[in-house]
């Protein structure tokens, strides 16, 4: 009986989970009044985040799709406002999944201060509006209400009406607003808020790398360093060494072993540092700041002309000298300073490699340089180790040839193409505008056919060795040589469309993002653009929302719906049941799951023709709705005047739900399909699934 009991508590709690449910305002505020001197005050507005939740920054970044705070204060004639307003805290600036450029944002706590001058005792009132997201879904935009009284002001004080400039620096400016008859703080996308260390004391990062593909990945870039012409000429060298020095083969193994085990320790060492590095996010600013991504910019374009035979890249001699004169193999520290010799020696080769696994390592978690590194030494060591056991295939390995450099010339072209990214990342930035789609997109075709041609033997450099030749004395191309030019020309014709605009989805985690595209080629010839012409939508705010119709939309064409009453309408007179996309304008997994989900030939065609669609942006606060339809919201507390308020308020009211993405399926008399509605679930085949499951229910539903 027992069991039983906690089987049905256990399954009302899976079922509360999974459905869908109100989530609570992550955010707590409080305000207050403090005095600087005479009738000067700073209002201190401090807002603390429920963790795994973040507000947008003043200046958010991105894409300008983002949704920053905005301060409304009521007007008082007893109340002047001075200078503008200040944000202070842990501010993070990241990348952040499915938004265009760097944005801006905080977690755990934010402050925000502003200075005022007051005539005598007097309230101050005004309103904050803001969005809160988690990693995975974004709250409708909010209202915060506040009033803050002020009883030990001066009486009669002068005011002084000149506004203070000399403390602006990283503070959004008070503008009046037209037809306002209240300031708003709020702003402005070019504001000097994104410059100033201020406001930026420490910078943060959610882990996004598990520590096993730190490792993963480590041990990936190891094995490929052992390719490059410093370590693979050491290799058969270092191997025969270990072999013809002991007085057997298993002494040999040992030998190896503890070789190999050197390395490892070595680079696990270097990855510890790095550890207590992490921890003051010294390992993000190298990933994601500007100055440091100039700075890999510079340093791959060095060692990429390097590599193409410019000229060579060395360590200070003595270094490598002095290790090599205290290597040997009668202790196990002079085994461990072979192993160090290697890893100076090897130096120019694989320090590329070890500063793209920084770039991945900020991204996880603060241990993370541990696994990375120790996963870079098991990668280097692991073929010293094998040839130690198998030293036959040393006989191979010896026959180097002129493909080694040509291997070294390769490393020179995709290093050259990784520093663009670099520099592309510290643009996307600070906004230069330097490395624009199409401009990067040139740049990558151009190195691309470069290294084609190179790789068919059209061009040559001054260090290359003469082709291989066949019986009958005539140059011929490898098959692997060919392979990768074929490589390299695939990559640089599947580059080409998009100089004109196509989105080149399997490169979208390399190139700008498509706002930064000068030149988008359209024209009357068919395709897309010609279905997008042709796609025209009359309904009801439809003109509000065109530009954030999803491409399939655009592409295919669908009358999707933007108003609650005039979809009911709609169902009733077509006798189709109602699919309710409750969306935002700035939700990153909503364009997911238009992108994922709703682009499926299967998905759309069902949506297209079987349901009315309507897409109710929660966020659409900017576009108000006619005075006559304005009502008091009970879930809002405050007065519905906008699209966004109104579609957020039915979403909460009718359907118990607040985040987006979230879709119910109703009939026309606003009765529920399906239990629970359908939350963020980038699976087509599901998404598939539960459409029949609705469908069939309406149709059970209009049997006599």
């Given at each position: ?646 579609n957020a308020d039915i979403q909460a009211t009718k359907y118990n739900s607040n985040t987006q993405p979230y879709y119910f399926f109703i009939d026309e008399n606003e009765k529920l399909l399906a239990e629970g509605g359908y939350g963020y679930d980038p699976s087509a085949a599901k998404f598939i699934a539960h459409l029949d499951k609705v469908l069939e ?8």
């Amino acid at each position: 009986m027992k069991l039983m009991k906690l089987f049905l508590v256990l399954m009302l709690f899976s079922s509360i989970g999974a459905s869908a449910q109100i989530i609570a305002d992550p955010t707590t505020w409080s305000f207050e009044a403090k005095k600087i001197k005479d009738n000067d005050y700073e209002l201190r507005i401090h807002c603390k985040l429920k963790p795994e939740w973040h507000l947008w920054s003043i200046d958010p970044g991105g894409d300008g799709m983002l949704v920053p705070p905005t301060f409304t204060f009521e007007k008082n004639p007893d109340v002047q406002i001075v200078g503008k307003i200040q944000e202070k805290g842990k501010r993070i600036d990241q990348d952040f999944p499915g938004v265009d450029g760097i944005t801006h944002f905080y977690e755990n706590a934010v402050s925000y201060t502003l200075r005022i001058k007051v005539k005598k005792n007097t309230t101050l009132r005004g309103n904050i509006n803001y969005q809160t997201c988690d990693h995975a879904q974004c709250l409708s935009p909010k209202d915060k209400s506040f009033s803050v009284n002020i009883t030990d002001a001066v009486a009669d004080a002068v005011t002084d009406t000149t506004q203070k400039q000399n403390d602006t620096t990283g503070i959004a400016q008070a503008p009046s607003v037209e037809n306002h008859d209240t300031p708003i703080v709020s702003a402005a996308p070019d504001s000097p808020l994104s410059k100033t260390e201020a406001n930026t004391p420490v910078q943060e990062v959610k882990p996004e790398r598990s520590n096993l593909m730190l490792l993963l990945e480590g041990m990936g870039g190891g094995l490929l360093a052992i390719i490059t012409p410093c370590v693979f000429a050491m290799l058969p060298m270092t191997v025969s060494f270990f072999i013809k020095r002991t007085k057997d083969r298993a002494s040999g193994i040992k030998v190896a072993l503890q070789y190999s085990l050197s390395i490892v320790i070595i680079f696990a060492l270097l990855g510890l540092l790095l550890t207590f590095v992490n921890n003051k996010n010294i390992l993000y600013e190298i990933s994601s700041h500007w100055v440091t991504n100039v700075f890999f910019f510079v340093v791959f374009v060095i060692f990429g002309v390097a590599f193409l035979g410019a000229f060579e890249i060395t360590l200070p001699a003595r270094w490598s000298t002095f290790t090599d004169s205290k290597a040997n193999m009668n202790s196990w520290s002079g085994i461990f300073v072979m192993a160090l010799t290697l890893a100076i020696v090897s130096f120019s080769c694989t320090a590329p490699f070890i500063g793209g696994l920084i770039s991945e390592i900020s991204k996880g978690q603060k241990i993370g340089p541990l696994f990375g590194f120790t996963g870079f030494g098991l990668g280097l060591a692991l073929p010293f180790t094998l040839f130690a056991i198998f030293p036959q295939l040393l006989t191979a390995l010896t026959k180097q040839g002129g493909w080694l450099n040509a291997v070294k010339v390769t490393f020179g072209f995709i290093e050259l193409a990784l520093a663009f990214k670099f520099l592309s990342n510290a643009d996307l930035q600070m906004g230069w505008r330097l490395l624009d789609r199409e401009i990067f997109i040139a740049i990558w075709i151009v190195i691309a056919l470069a290294l084609a041609m190179y790789l068919l033997g059209m061009i040559r450099f001054s260090h290359d060795s003469e082709m291989p030749k066949n019986d009958w004395g005539l140059p011929y191309l490898t098959v692997t040589r060919l392979s990768f030019a074929l490589i390299a020309l695939f990559t640089a014709f599947y580059m080409l469309p998009g100089m004109w605009g196509a989105p080149l989805n399997g490169l979208g985690a390399f190139v700008p993002p498509m706002g930064t595209q000068d030149f988008v080629l359209s024209g009357n010839s068919g395709g897309g653009a010609g279905s997008e012409e042709k796609h025209e939508n009359k309904n009801k705010y439809a003109s509000s929302f065109a530009i954030y119709e999803p491409e399939v939309v655009k592409k295919h064409g669908m009358n999707t719906y933007f108003d609650y009453q005039e979809a009911l309408k709609a169902s009733k007179e077509q006798h189709k049941p109602i699919m309710l996309d409750f969306t935002g304008i700035t939700c990153v997994n909503c364009r997911k799951m238009e992108t994922e989900v709703w682009s499926d030939e299967a998905v759309f065609q069902r949506m297209k023709e079987k349901f009315i669609v309507v897409s109710l942006f929660c966020d659409a606060t900017n576009i108000p709705i006619p005075e006559s339809e304005w009502y008091e919201s009970a879930f809002l507390g405050s007065t519905v005047k906008s699209l966004g308020q109104r579609n957020a308020d039915i979403q909460a009211t009718k359907y118990n739900s607040n985040t987006q993405p979230y879709y119910f399926f109703i009939d026309e008399n606003e009765k529920l399909l399906a239990e629970g509605g359908y939350g963020y679930d980038p699976s087509a085949a599901k998404f598939i699934a539960h459409l029949d499951k609705v469908l069939e229910k309406y149709q059970q539903q209009k049997k006599p």
